[in-house]
């Protein structure tokens, strides 16, 4: 065994092989066979995942084409400064043109031969990657073209593209990142079949659904909900209800106009408003959505549910019998157990005086509670 993993200080934090020879004996304990027997390579869940994973779609990518934040001045004057003109032998100078958004061309010229031009980006199609790029970054960022034109001005950028390629590359965006979001839930849901199989259940498999609001209270416009597999622990499907279109509050008050009636027929396939009732009742209503869609979808039906707690929304998916005479088994999450024993344990000694205190009921206490009851429930 590895010295490094031989002992675990009393913190319960790992110690380096420096400190753990440095700490003292008194303040050490030996790892129990499950600690000595874990992955001491500190990832995220999310790249453990991916490791675990047998389908990899990792694209090999060469640092040499990346790009590069430089000073445009500084460096064509640099470069002038050690370069001629292979033709005629005089000084070079560099220049730039035909500004669009963060792109341009680069002019190269001696004053003698005809210019030579450069992109200063890839050019894909009708524009230049790096607007593509950047628009992309900021929209994972929450950030629009607004956010981008400052950001822009404030690290004296060339001010960004304009609202209607803004608009364009955003739809582009949305259609290829649909197509990925797609791929990558078939193959979540692919690999949650397999493994349920080798488990011997073979009715269908286990998910875990759970919605959030774009912001807390029951007054939120929009939420997104996600159903999860149990064994991988990855998304299989996810929707968003909303109860606002900005396009349906523009027309609201132009509703005698020719041109509304006009717009009227060929907006109801692209409204952004596919939810009505209280806020409440949107996890439900997808949840719901997911699993009637489940058999379309991945050609699977989710027979068991993995529950957080709230029957609302269990309660709606059984009433619908998405799936007819085959009854949606519900199995309560254990971590969600441990975690509302928790929180009503540290309520009583809060509400009920003399309760807590030293050799009674202490935070750590509870912490170590809660733990021995999950692992009483498992």
């Known amino acids: 065994m590895n010295e490094e993993k ?21 303040n050490r304990r030996p790892l129990n066979r499950f600690e000595a027997e874990q992955d001491s390579e500190k990832v995220s869940t999310s790249a453990k995942k991916l490791k675990s994973s047998k389908f990899n779609n990792d694209v090999p990518v060469d640092d040499t084409f990346g790009y590069r934040i430089l000073h445009f001045a500084a460096l064509a004057s640099a470069i002038s400064a050690c370069l001629v003109c292979r033709t005629c032998g005089k000084d070079v100078i560099l220049s730039e043109t035909s500004k669009r958004g963060l792109g341009f061309k680069v002019i190269i010229s001696c004053g003698n031969c005809e210019d030579k031009y450069c992109s200063s980006s890839p050019y894909i199609k009708n524009g230049y990657e790096i607007n593509k790029r950047i628009t992309f970054v900021m929209r994972i960022l929450g950030i629009g073209l607004q956010g981008m034109k400052k950001f822009c001005a404030f690290m004296d950028l060339p001010a960004p593209i304009f609202h209607s390629f803004y608009d364009s590359i955003v739809q582009t965006i949305a259609i290829a990142t649909d197509s990925v979001r797609f791929m990558s839930m078939k193959q979540a849901a692919k690999e949650e079949k397999e493994i349920s199989i080798t488990k011997e259940q073979t009715d269908g498999i286990m998910v875990s659904g759970d919605g959030s609001w774009r912001k807390r209270g029951f007054s939120s416009l929009y939420e997104i909900v996600t159903l999860i597999g149990c064994h991988p ?3 299989i499907d996810v929707i968003v209800k909303s109860k606002y279109c900005k396009s349906c509050e523009y027309w609201e008050k132009r509703t005698d106009s020719a041109e509304y009636e006009e717009w009227a027929i060929t907006h109801a396939e692209n409204c952004q408003s596919n939810h009505s009732g209280s806020a409440g009742k949107m996890e439900v209503d997808g949840v719901l959505e997911m699993f009637q869609r489940s058999i379309e979808l991945h050609d699977v039906k989710y027979t068991n549910s993995i529950g957080d707690g709230d029957s609302t929304t269990f309660k709606g998916v059984t009433d619908a019998k998405p799936y007819g005479d085959i009854i949606v088994k519900k199995k309560e999450c254990i971590p969600h157990i441990q975690k509302c024993m928790g929180t009503r344990l540290r309520n009583l000694k809060k509400s009920t005086e003399g309760l807590g205190g030293k050799g009674k009921l202490t935070g750590k206490l509870i912490d170590e509670l809660t733990i021995y009851y999950g692992l009483s429930i498992r």
Request: aromatic share 8%.
């Open 6 to 26: 031989v002992y675990r200080t009393k913190k319960s934090t790992k110690s380096s092989t420096w400190s753990s020879r440095r700490s003292k004996i008194s």
């Open 233 to 235: 622990a990855k998304v």
